[in-house]
């Protein structure tokens, strides 16, 4: 539990809050780099300041004053204290031969309920499996997201919390044990995953526009199997699509993992009050990111660089270990395809072809 002031603490990011201040310790995307292809200015909306994203006849770019960059398909903007670091390398955005697409939505709560999902692992169990297969019911359909916890751990490393998880049926020798996925500081998800001949990296980006508004970003880039006839076309560009998480009557759409998640985030309220709130047993790993969240907060006041901001200009890629045979993706593409905001790609029929011809691995 956290009181009300404590709460404001976290949760504020406009400019002179003190989180604020922490978040302005590194670079955010705030739109796909195709979004400004045809045109010279867009209004920009991020961490509480109404901005004009500016574009010159040489295709340099500043948000109204703030330094500017692209990497992996997507625009970066700096609005902290010079000298900026360097966006961080982290391998999927700049690994090579992969299929590029980004999803993007806006949410309407504040970036902390949404990261604090990340860090609760047991979530899945139930908003993407029992509840998806109470969905589906009169399909017959069941999903290995169901399956129950065993076990859940987190560890943190010099980019933020991994966290792990151990399965009914599964051997602690297992990669969703013994490996995991990140939640990188502050404000990204790993969710992705190897197979012996192909890898998805998948992240999700959580940029917040204002205290109650968050753009979230689904970010793939997909690397083909061995052998796999993949259309030119599909490394040609980044693929970027809306992802609508409500049907036509405004109902959360809940046969979609993506929408299942935002249902949790929006119906806590525009602002989640903690103080409410009663923490169990599986939210250790909220009770770690908070910790990290006031201990970089207080780094961040004594002058130094917060988590993993990355100033090293030798430093090519940051390494993140994903898992094999990872339990909730042991369905195939195709099904991961059709249960995500993936299936609103552009490009998804033609991804499914790819990573799950007859001679390939699938991947998910």
Known sequence: MLTVEENATLTRIGPGTRMGQLWRCYWQPFAAASEMAERSTMQV??????????????????????????????????????PAPRITPIQGFVVDGAIRTIGKAV????????????VDPVHAEWAHGKLYEFVMERDGVKVPMADRHVKIRFKEFPYGIYKQRLLEGQSEDCDDWNVGHPLIFPNMVATGSHAPSATNYSYQIRVPIDDENTLHLWYNALVPPAGAVVPPH?????????????????????????????????????????????????????????KMLWRELERVERGEDPLGVVRD????????????????????????????????????DELIAVFRGPQHEQVA
């Open 45 to 82: 909306r991020l961490l509480g300041e109404d901005l004009v994203a500016v574009k010159d006849r040489n295709g340099n770019m500043r948000l109204a004053g703030y330094p500017v960059e692209e990497m992996a398909g997507l625009l970066w903007a700096y609005l902290g204290p010079l």
């Open 234 to 290: 599909l490394f040609a560009q980044t693929f970027v699509y809306d992802v609508p998480y409500r049907d036509a009557k405004g109902e959360f759409t809940l046969e979609m993992v993506d929408s299942q998640d935002i249902m949790c985030w929006v119906t806590a309220g525009p602002i989640a009050d903690r103080s409410l709130e009663q923490l169990g047993t599986t939210d250790v790993g909220i009770i770690a990111f908070r």
């Open 313 to 348: 200009p030798g430093l090519r890629m940051v390494e993140l270990p994903l898992e094999r045979d990872k339990r909730h993706y042991s369905d195939g593409f195709a099904k991961h395809v059709s249960r995500t905001r993936l299936r609103f790609s552009p490009i998804a």
């Open 107 to 118: 949410v309407p709560c504040n970036w902390l309920q949404i990261m604090e999902n990340s």
